[in-house]
């Protein structure tokens, strides 16, 4: 595949708005603590820890008339796309420039708001404008608007892979020529049914036989949040953030040789992932990061990932959340860094690969 | 097996082979009885027969006839929009030739689908047990979970390679085959099951009717008393080939896709650009992806909703950069079917390549003048193998396919 610079990055999370943001809770300088919210199942109330994300910046640099009718989701999303606009230094876009917004679960809050309207108020006074910002596409429509990108557009739903997928078509729009850069980020959104469902699951999980698979990492609570990053083909100058040079969906998870190309190799347990393959210990140079202490778990984690390992070469120093939080500086200063985020293959799920890839800062 | 990036940076041939189409829709359970429908003057749009709207009118929609589809069981443990798609992936796959699609697993094969509905956890009946603190069972959560369209044909056709769905609201399936066919152009795949699938529910038929652009009448596509649409389902596959894969396979490609442009208005969340900005940058991408000019286009299967906005701001751009050239609306026939309506109107497309005739744009009969340029409204004789299929949407996205029967014309 041809190389990707990576120009810009905008994170939005439970750690709040920013590279600066994310660095810092990365570094163990900032801690983040989930707010506890309360849940209701079965089996009584649960205080759950949920990872929110606040969207306040978004008013320091749009003014709060233009967002009145953006919800939560689309204001995530937007936050981030500006973030890594910035980050990048990019004013003017235009139509060579592709938009890409993926979500596992697009915005679920309002689609739940439009069916209050119609559960309060009847079929006949459900809310337009709740319905038209539930449709998956309404945040890359509000980014689109707003930074005026007219070329191609695209939202692309598919749970856990929705990011590596986005990454993916990136890569193809640029090998192809169709852009010259592409705004490509995730995002995903905290709602009071997901609660629910994460509790439950929970609840569920606690009962069943195999409750012990996995236990050594248990999911810290849901999270929020939305990453963009700035793509462009590699053009010989430096890319602040290094080359996504390799980009994989794997069934299986990679071997010591592939492992070996990447020193050392991050994974990072982010999404609702506490089963993966217990054989991940076997792999040579691994790097067990864990982003969801920073960001909850949610299915776009990988995008996260790939923003902690950007920042860790631009950085050339190892941000491993140890109980100590002792950022490590990396062994010798020309390296790479894979990101693997291990899922696990099941009989009814057989079909979710892993995704894998590596950055390389100093090979362009 | 795993899916690396593209091999190459500059594809060698644009052209990618279809080698299986299937198709279902409101006029038909396949795709032979679905394009057929269209030539006939006859469309029975009826108020939803699997759930209830409560409203002081009735809006009338395009169902599909009663079929096996419509019962979920543990074969088939999806939302309706995954069986839909499955049932077009089965029927496109026997017409390429792969019969149950056994031979496809050690093969490199993608799938790319779009959708709205299937994309959106929407369960009424869970949110109001919520609501009510009953505690419901995750079994809808759990449903919709593993109902991911592109997700579902992987894992009944046991393919492993790249999965996507593609959510653009009504240009979902357009951008599906058009990101397919790239996958095919740069070497990631040798075959890719492409197209587009959604389901009737209470929440779109809610959500549009709650926007004033849903017509109580059967919709009129550009005509001057149109008053909105009438929402549809279906879905349609095609199945895209490589030229390696031919080789060995040797099928009969019954066209290519030539062209693919995708461009977004960025200027309103529900309604187009007053002059079809996006969509003209769209078709001049399809064009130039094609090699091909505005005047080789011998028909265009147009998006036509029969909203205002849609039909004004489309006609205006068919008029100015197509002067010449026959357009028609199919879902006059089918309703507008969201996420499928792109892959439905490219299946249809290649079928009236082959047939060698154009249908009237079911529902029109009066020529608005601020459009100025009317729709077909008879059956016509084509003249020539290259045509344009394009879908508008909401988010101002726009797409175009250019679909010909010769792969050789580049």
Known sequence: MIPLAIRGIGPVGAFGAGLNELRAALKGEKQVVPELVKIKTDRGFHNL?????????????????????????????????????????????????????????????????????????????????????????????????????????????????????????????????????????????????????????????????????????????????????????????????GYLEKLELKTTMPNTQEAACAVPLICSFGPDNDNPEPRIDQINNLLKIDLSQICGSLPIAAAFDLAAAATMLCDQTLYINNPENKPQTLPFPETSIGCWQPDSTTDRNPLTGNCYWITNRLKL | ????????????????????????????????????ALFEKRREPTPPQRFDLDHPTT??????????????????????????????????????????????????????????????????????????????????????????????????????????????????????????????RSGLCDLVLVGGSDELCRVTCNGFISLMISDQQPCRPFDRRRSGLNLGEGAAVLVLESDKLQKRHQPTPQAFILGYGSACDAWHLTAPHPEGQGLRQALQLALTDASCKAEDISFINAHGTATLNNDLAEGKVLKSIFPQTPFFSTKGHTGHTLGAAGALEAAFTIGMLHSGKIPASAGFSELDPEIDHAPTNGTKDLNGGLALSQSLAFGGNNAALVIGLDGERQ
């Open chain 1, 49 to 241: 820890p949920v990872f929110r994300a606040s969207t306040r910046a978004l008013k320091t640099i749009i003014k709060s008339r233009e967002l009145r009718r953006l919800d939560h989701f689309s204001r995530m999303a937007l936050l981030g796309a500006c973030l890594a606009c910035e980050d990048a230094g990019q004013t003017l876009i235009g139509e060579r420039t592709g938009l890409i917004v993926a979500s596992a679960y697009g915005a679920s809050a309002t689609t739940f708001s439009f069916l209050d309207s119609v559960i309060k108020d009847g079929d006949a006074l459900a809310s337009p404008t709740l319905f038209s910002n539930s449709v998956h596409n309404a945040a890359a429509a509000h980014i689109a608007k707003h930074l005026k990108i007219t070329g191609p557009n695209l939202s692309l739903s598919q749970g856990r892979l929705s990011v590596p997928m986005a990454l993916l078509t990136a890569v193809q729009w640029l090998a192809e020529g169709r852009v010259d850069t592409v705004l490509c980020g995730a995002v995903d959104e905290y709602c009071d049914v997901l609660g629910y469902c994460w509790q439950s699951f929970l609840n569920q999980k606690e009962t069943s036989s195999d409750k012990n698979q996995g236990s050594y990492l248990k999911p810290r609570g849901p999270g929020e949040g939305s990453l963009f990053f700035w793509l462009s083909r590699a053009d010989g100058t430096s890319a602040p953030y």
């Open chain 2, 1 to 36: 097996m795993s899916i690396s990036g593209p091999a190459t940076e500059s594809p060698p041939n644009n052209q990618v082979a279809v080698t299986g189409v299937g198709a279902l829709c409101a006029t038909g359970l396949d795709f032979e009885r679905a394009f057929k």
């Open chain 2, 59 to 184: 809006y009338p929609v395009f169902e599909l006839p009663p079929s096996p589809l419509d019962r979920e069981d543990k074969r088939q443990p999806w939302l309706r929009t995954s069986r839909l798609a499955v049932a077009a992936a089965r029927e496109a796959l026997q017409d390429a030739g792969w019969g149950d699609g056994n031979g496809l697993s050690q093969l490199k094969v993608g799938v790319c689908i779009g959708t709205t509905v299937g994309g959106a956890m929407n369960d009424e009946k869970f949110y109001r047990d919520f609501l009510a603190e009953k505690n419901p069972d995750l079994k809808p959560i759990n449903r919709y979970l593993r109902s991911n369209p592109a997700a579902v044909l992987a894992q009944v056709f046991n393919l492993h390679g790249p999965q996507l769905t593609v959510v653009n609201a009504c240009s979902s399936g357009t951008d599906a085959i058009g990101l397919g066919a790239d996958w095919i």
